[in-house]
């Protein structure tokens, strides 16, 4: 098969040598590999040949990756960061006019997937098993929602419905059971739990109020699932039981052949219509339920 020269973005990313050892032991093809990240230098920058480029959603992101592919003669882009996904996405046109391939999906499937309450709206609209929500605008909404998920008997989630880097950024948990000594000195600087009253403190001191999305807590088995789709059919599904996190990444995980989580999936690409790669996290309800946490 013909050699191809890929780019990789973000390449100061948790899992970019993962992706890297895929691609070079694919076993078919020669690949050489060009990576980017808007530092002055990453560890995988020093694997492979390396190129600075302004954040993704900059004004002259788009025209920089146009010169490194003049440069480089690049043939396929991976976009490995959040904040680049929709400038890829709007832009696919005009890559594939100069005979780059983008692995990306449509603008549509992509803003549906990053606008958390939108992703949630549609998976409830289709019966596919988001958790049980509430979109809150002002702190009175905030704990309105709350109560209604059941604290201070039941631990509650929150997170900001559009984060442009992703990752579980602002992702909390409410738990009366949790004192606030313990979050303060015996949890882990990563730990996503804080006190009620210290989350309505933060809230009360603020501007502008972000768009939250509460929650309910999910107890149960967490699986992070890797699919392979095209034109919103699954290809591949891997269902990775996770089993040790580290800052909301798995570093640990086992593949299980979970049919149930299978067929979730493949209904949710046929429904957002996703191409290429997609990761989903998926964990099970209280009443043995996988409900859909993030695409």
Do not use: W
């Amino acid at each position: 098969m013909k050699d191809i020269r890929v780019l990789l973005t973000a390449a100061g990313g948790l899992g970019v040598t993962g992706v890297i050892d895929a691609l070079l032991s694919n076993g078919e093809r020669n690949i050489d590999i060009i990576s980017t990240d808007i530092r002055e230098s990453t560890l995988v920058g020093q694997l492979t040949k390396y190129r600075k480029v302004p954040p993704g959603n900059a004004e002259g992101y788009i025209e920089s990756i146009l010169n490194l592919i003049k440069d480089e003669a690049i043939d396929v882009i991976i976009p490995l960061a959040t904040n680049e996904l929709l400038p890829f996405s709007y832009n696919r046109n005009l890559f594939e006019n100069i005979g780059v391939k983008v692995c990306i999906s449509s603008p549509t499937a992509i803003e549906n997937a990053l606008d958390k309450g939108k992703c949630y709206q549609i998976l409830k609209e289709r019966n596919l098993h988001p958790p049980d929500f509430f979109l809150v605008k002002n702190i009175e909404e905030f704990k309105a929602a709350v109560a209604s998920l059941g604290y201070p008997e039941n631990p509650v989630c929150f997170k900001p419905s559009r984060h442009m880097h992703g990752g579980g950024r602002g992702f909390r948990i409410l738990n009366a059971n949790t004192k606030p000594e313990d979050i303060l000195f015996q949890k882990r600087p990563e730990s996503p739990y804080i006190s009620y009253d210290e989350a309505i403190r933060i809230m009360e001191r603020m501007k502008d109020f972000p768009e939250l999305l509460v929650m309910e807590y999910l107890p149960g088995e967490e699986y992070s699932v890797y699919a392979l789709c095209e034109d919103g059919k699954a290809l591949y599904i891997v269902p990775n039981l996770r089993q040790r996190l580290m800052l909301m990444y798995s570093f640990e995980a086992e593949v299980r052949n979970n049919q149930e989580i299978v067929k979730l999936v493949k209904s949710i690409i046929d429904v957002f219509g996703f191409d290429y790669n997609v990761n989903l996290q998926i964990k099970y309800s209280s009443s043995g339920v996988p409900k859909v946490v993030e695409i």
